[in-house]
């Protein structure tokens, strides 16, 4: 016999959002402050930048630095509403009246998973342009690279795939002019299929531009006939200096909408994209994160009644289990990254570790 009742519902979710618009505001507000301290740091030594510039940066940042948080801000909530029902001994009238662990958590994980679902498809995209328009103003304003792009100690490498043709493209370093990406030392390798050679060009300086490669000084090798010389020589491409300059943006500075056709193209361009991947699968398995951090505040803080020592132990070992789960998380992130752990092992085992302890706790309590 369903005893849940609808007004009791309303009443216990009010509590989990007034908890956690509270702790939202409390930490956000904290994460500002740091942040902002941290630029000013930073840029101490920089006398073009202002008080409100960096805080604007902090503002830009501040969204995608609670996202990171969330797990943690519902978690804790949850635990601070459940102490509050039980210090009022509302918790003790609600479980007397016969109401389970399964009906009184209904509410709650209903809201996380809304909550989830709203990050993901609303504020995710707000948080993505806001971190890439930090980053970029941080490597404008305070590192100082304006038109370098990151691409490590090898150079450049781009491959592309268009008719049955593979062409690999390197460059010993590379800068960005206006809409052009100029290219310094270019090895351009041509093959047929996926493994055979059919023709290398090599040139001192060459551009990316208006849909094609333009080289200057290049000699055009293809066996078995003698390197031809040429002063100026041309390849079409489909490659953009966008497509280049997302290859090494940060997965966070995409939104969760532009994610998918970002890996389908690096994917077809032979990008392999994993970190963007990986990011994307963690995203998705967010909302039911959300869920699973309810269940495992509940683990916590769901006992009718208990002295404020014990509370205190409580409050100690949930806020203790969080960050002892925030570090798996992460390093699961890092084994994925590192492809030493699945893909979507890496990015879903957090979700199911922390979905499985919970209801194990709260089925032994409830049902065993």
Not at 174 to 185: H, T
Not at 220 to 229: G, I, L, S, V
Not at 285 to 300: D, E, G, K, R, Y
Not at 313 to 322: D, F, I, K, Q, S
């Amino acid at each position: 016999m369903l005893r849940f009742s609808p007004t009791l519902s309303i009443y216990i979710g009010i509590q989990f959002l007034l908890a956690f618009a509270a702790l939202l505001g409390v930490l956000g507000g904290l994460i500002l402050l740091f942040d902002t301290i941290e630029l000013m740091r930073r840029s101490v030594s920089i006398d073009t930048l202002n008080f409100g510039t960096l805080f604007g940066m902090a503002i830009l940042k501040l969204p995608h630095t609670v996202q990171a948080t969330l797990p943690f801000i519902i978690m804790t909530a949850m635990m601070y509403a459940l102490f509050r029902l039980s210090r009022n001994y509302e918790l003790i009238v609600i479980r007397s009246a016969g109401v389970s662990v399964w009906q009184f958590l209904t509410p709650p994980v209903a809201l996380a998973a809304i909550i989830g679902v709203v990050n993901l498809i609303v504020v995710d995209p707000i948080a993505a342009a806001g971190y890439d328009s930090y980053q970029r103003m941080e490597r404008d304003l305070i590192l100082r690279s304006p038109t370098t792009l990151n691409i490590g100690k090898e150079g450049l490498w781009l491959r592309e795939s268009q008719g049955g043709e593979t062409k690999v493209l390197h460059a010993a370093s590379v800068r960005q002019e206006n809409k052009a990406l100029i290219l310094k030392d270019v090895s351009i390798f041509l093959a047929t299929g996926e493994t055979k050679l059919a023709r290398r060009i090599e040139a001192e300086q060459g551009q990316l531009q208006n849909g094609s490669i333009s080289l200057d000084n290049a000699w055009d090798m293809t066996p078995p006939a003698a390197a031809e010389f040429h002063a100026t020589f041309s390849l079409p491409t489909e490659l953009t200096l966008e497509q280049v300059q997302d290859s090494f943006a940060s997965p966070e500075s995409m939104s969760f909408w532009d994610l998918p056709e970002f890996i389908r193209n690096s994917r077809l361009s032979g990008f392999a994209a994993l970190p963007h991947r990986l990011y994307w699968q963690s995203l998705l398995a967010s909302p039911l994160l959300l869920c699973a951090m309810i269940l495992m505040a509940a683990a916590f803080y769901l006992t009718a009644h208990a002295r404020l020592a014990g509370w205190t132990a409580r409050g100690v070992a949930g806020l203790g289990t969080g960050f002892v789960f925030y570090f798996f998380s992460r390093f699961t992130y890092a084994l994925g990254l590192s492809s030493t752990l699945p893909l979507i092992l890496a990015a879903w085992a957090p979700t199911a570790v922390a979905l499985l302890l919970g209801l194990a706790y709260l089925f032994h309590r409830e049902d065993g």
